[in-house]
């Protein structure tokens, strides 16, 4: 249930009041954002800068998680 009300779909701004602050602080809010102005040719510097961060950071969460459990079994 929880992508029907992210900013995938529709812009956070077009939505209504409640759903419009739950999807504004999805994680992936900023990825959506980055790309639909990407494909419009306006990306704002500040949605890209986030989507960046949070893949970096996901990447390294999964990077450490994965190091930590090849170095118990191995």
Do not use: H
């Not at 510097?45 to 191995?74: E, H, N």
């Amino acid at each position: 249930m929880l992508p029907f009300f992210s900013s995938a779909i529709v812009p956070a701004g077009m939505m209504g009041p409640g759903i419009r602050q739950f999807a504004q602080y999805q994680p992936f809010t900023p990825i959506t954002e980055a790309l639909r102005g990407f494909v419009n040719g306006t990306p704002a510097t500040g949605d890209v800068i986030a989507a960046a961060a949070c893949c970096a950071g996901i990447a390294l969460v999964g990077y450490l998680w994965a190091s930590s459990t090849f170095k118990k079994r191995a």
